[in-house]
Every structure is written in C-alpha cells, then in structure tokens.
C-alpha cells in the first residue's frame, strides 16, 4: 500500500495543462493539486474537460502543453504503464477487464508470479482472496469476469488499483452501476484508503456523493479551471451554477400534461425469471416512473413489452391494438420505441457518424430506388441535432468522441426522428452531468406536451419523484405498489422497493 507522504505538500501537481485536437483546445492552461489523504474532486458538464484531465494525469493521452510533478519530481508518462510505476492509477467509466480471465487473472494481470516457467494460478488466487477480504468484498476469485454483475466489475476494476501500490488513484464515476449499499463500502473503502495516505481524484455527477466524499472540489467549464473550493464552503445550487455558468431555479420544472386517453395497456405479462404478472395502464402525455431496486426486474419488462425478451404469457394493447407476441420491428413501425440502460453498447453505433446514427431507424424513409436520399438525410439529421441541441463539430463527427450526455441526446434523436408515440427511457440521465440532464428533463416535458407517453426508469430517487405523474414500484420481478402526485415520496417508494414481491 501507498507510503506516507507529508500531508502539507502536494503529491501531484498540475500547472498549465492543455490539450489540443486537430486545432480545437478541449483543454486550456488548467492548475489542479492534489495532497495525500485527500480526496480532490473534479466536476463540470460533460465536455468540460474532466476526462481529459484525468486521462494527462495516468498516461492515457499526452498533453500538449504544461508541466507535472509527482511526489516532487517532474511527470509526464507516455502512456498508462509508466503512470502505474510512479504510483497512479486510474478506474475508469468503462472497465479495462478481460471477460474470459477469472477476477484473480485480471487482478494480477501483468503482474504474474511464475515458477518454473509457469504463472502460480495458486497464489494469485491467495492474494486476491486475501485483498477482496481486506475491503469487505465478497467475490468469488476463481469466477470469469464475464460472470459478474456490473457492479462486481466496478469493485474488481478498484481492487486492480490497489494491487498496483498506487499512491494517487483517479475514480471516474466509480458507482454508476453501485447500488445503495454497495456505494456505501465503496465510501470505506476511500476512507481506509484516505488514513493510509492515498490521494484520490474523484470525477462524479452526482452531487450528493461530491458533498459526501471530497475535501476539496475543482470546477471545469468548457476546458478551463472555474476554480478550486473547499468542499463545506458550497452547496448544491451554488456547485450547479459554477458548472453550468449559470443559475438554474428548478431542476425539474415538470407539470403533469397527461390526458384520459389509454395508449398503452399491459396485461399480465409474464417472462419467467424476469418479470411475473405485471399489468398497468399508460396515457397519452404522461411520464409513469417505474422505481424499486437493482434486480427488481424494471429493466426487464421494459424489455419484454418492446419485443427483445419473448413472453411466456399476458399481452400488451398499443393504440387500441392487441399484441400477444411484441416484435421490436413491429414495435418501432408502431411508435413504441426503448432507450436502453447501456447506451454504450446498445444505444449507439460508436464508430458510426453522428446522421448514420439518427437516420438508421428511418433508412427506408430516405431510400429510393435502391438508394438514400443524402440532402433528405443531412436535412432530418441536422434538424434533431439543432432540436436537442447535440453539441458536437458536425453530423459527419463520430458518436464515439461525444460526451455522454450528447451520446444520450444521440440516441434520443435517433427515435424521435421515427415519429415516436410511447418512449421508455431507461436511466435516461445516468453519467450525465447536471446541465445535459435539465435540458433532458425539458426536452421530456416538451414531449409531453405534444402528447407523447414516456416510461421511465430511473435509480435516482430525486429524478423519479420530479419528474414522475405516476409512480409503480417493483420488487422481486412483481409491482408491489403505484403512488400518485403527492404519494410520490422517498418513503413510500423505499417501502414498496423492499416488500416481497406480490400485487397490493
């Protein structure tokens, strides 16, 4: 583990950072240290450079301009390796784990014991038993990555850190896939590592969490420092109004537009293991939340009603017509579209164009005679990107080098070009930052208002409670209650969130 520092002297400081791509600066002239012990929060909208920063410090990218010094000497690794050996390491938003190897394998991955020309499977298997204990963890050691929950990945990827003896370790959103609990021995899990000397850069859009955790935030906006604050000197709103350049009064803003009109009848669907027995109505211009716990089976049924998991019984009514056996093409031509959790993988074609990306669902719109339409498809592309106003250098830009909450609009973009008449968002606002998710949060009650129907599954207790007319809970794959304009509460969600599953 890390070696004691002198706490009164930075361990890691930044002076002029800049980075430059293609001639467009994402990054200028940024100062940041951070001391031993400390845990240094980084936030800001998504684009305002935070992942590049990040990205300097552990050698992932080079920067262009600027200097580092790491424990009093100078620093500036040319790639990750060289970062690990001076003590930095960084967790990042999308795991860095090999599937087929097991947690012990990844563990100690490049850092192998071997006797007689072979690797001691045996010991390593020790050691990372012995490491998961230390932090209270219990995961399996011989078990495949492939095998583990989201969040198990998430707790292996911090395990790795630590097996490299690193002194400064960057978190970049380190409990999106946590659940309550889990982000609670995350929190420990800093804390052990604060006494023993280790500094930690924390990078997170949840607020409550940077209150939490940090002694000390750094704000970037549009790639330059907004300045460094002593984390009991804010609070939320004055946080949100130095990210975003500017004040915004109501997060949420959400009135209920929903009319008498049934668009969406759900009828005893059932999906063993998945979801059982789940009947609820949904009406034009309506946003109905669906809350409860990780595994309640949410993500699922949403899954079931769009067409991508078969039904072993019930059916659905869309528009008046009834649907046994859902077929996501047919779904789609019929205005019922899905936002998945996982944008990354199964929202968005990454190494595709931002239009390719939009226009995909609507390919046959734009075809004639065998071939697309390029003006019909750059005018349609183009239109969504102003409505959802998609901050990106072009249509032709790739929707890998988009920041999350672009990605997100992306998607969005992609259906509502589709003439979309229900919508099921799925942790719509999940990685995103603050900004992006107000004018998700708008661009929802727009929707509404032009009486779309909306879905939505969400983690955050706050969003489903701002944004909800309706609420259904789940719990163990059943609904185990519905809440209604002021029934809406933390309390009562959490009461029906961790009942046994049966209808009330």
């Not at 669907?269 to 716990?293: D, P, Q």
């Not at 949060?441 to 983690?459: E, F, P, R, T, W």
Request: proline content about 2%.
């Amino acid at each position: 583990m890390a070696v004691k520092f002198d706490k009164t002297k930075p361990i890691l400081e930044v002076k002029g950072a800049t980075k430059v791509y293609s001639g467009v600066t994402v990054l200028s002239n940024v100062d940041f240290d951070l001391y031993p012990g400390e845990v240094h929060a980084l936030v800001g909208e998504n684009g305002a450079g935070k992942s590049t920063l990040s990205k300097i410090i552990s050698g992932v990218i080079e920067k262009t301009g600027g200097e580092m010094v790491c424990k009093g000497a100078p620093y500036s690794p040319e790639n990750t390796h060289e970062a690990i050996a001076r003590g930095v390491s960084i967790v990042h938003q999308e795991f860095n784990l090999i599937p087929v190897l097991t947690v012990a394998q990844n563990i100690f991955l490049g850092k192998e014991r071997a006797a007689g020309g072979f690797i001691d499977e045996k010991e390593s298997a020790e050691k990372a038993a012995l490491m998961l204990k230390q932090l209270e963890l219990d995961i399996p050691v011989k078990r495949k990555v492939r095998y583990l929950s989201v969040a198990q990945m998430q707790l292996v990827e911090i395990t790795k850190c630590l097996c490299d003896d690193s002194d400064i370790i960057i978190m970049d959103e380190p409990t999106a896939p946590l659940t309550r609990n889990e982000t609670k021995q995350l929190f420990k899990i800093i804390q052990n590592l604060r006494e023993k000397g280790v500094a930690i850069i924390y990078i997170s859009h949840k607020l409550d969490e940077i209150f939490t955790v940090s002694q000390r935030i750094t704000v970037l906006r549009d790639g330059q420092k907004v300045g460094t604050y002593n984390t009991g000197d804010l609070d939320e709103d004055k946080l949100v109004s130095l990210m975003v350049g500017r004040e915004i009064s109501s997060m949420y803003e959400h009135v209920n537009k929903s009319r008498d009109e049934v668009v969406l009848k759900v009828d005893g669907l059932t999906c063993y293991g998945m979801a059982e027995n789940v009947s609820f109505e949904l009406k034009r211009g309506e946003i109905l939340g669906f809350g409860g716990l990780v595994g309640a089976g949410r993500t699922e049924l949403m899954k079931m009603i769009f067409g991508e998991i078969a039904l072993d019984k019930g059916k659905l009514e869309l528009m008046g017509e009834v649907i046994t056996k859902p077929r996501i093409r047919d779904m789609v031509e019929k205005g019922l579209v899905y936002l998945p959790e996982d944008r990354k993988y199964e929202g968005i074609i990454a190494n595709m164009k931002v239009k390719d990306n939009i226009t995909l669902p609507i390919l046959k719109r734009l075809t004639k005679g065998g071939f697309i339409i390029a003006a019909k498809e750059k005018e349609i592309a183009e239109e969504m990107v102003h409505k959802l106003n998609v901050k990106t250098q072009g249509i032709r830009q790739n929707v890998a080098n988009l920041s999350g909450g672009n990605q997100q609009k992306v998607v969005l973009a992609k259906w509502l070009a589709s003439n979309v008449k229900v919508l099921i968002l799925d942790e719509p606002t999940r990685g995103i930052d603050v900004g992006a998710k107000h004018e998700i949060y708008k661009l929802m009650n727009q929707l509404c208002a032009d009486g779309v129907s909306i879905i939505m599954i969400s983690s955050e207790m706050s969003e489903l409670i701002g944004m909800s007319d309706r609420l259904i809970v789940m719990s163990e794959k059943r609904v185990t209650g519905e809440l209604r304009g002021d029934e809406i509460n933390e309390t009562a969600i959490m009461n029906y969130a961790v009942q046994r599953g049966y209808k009330i």
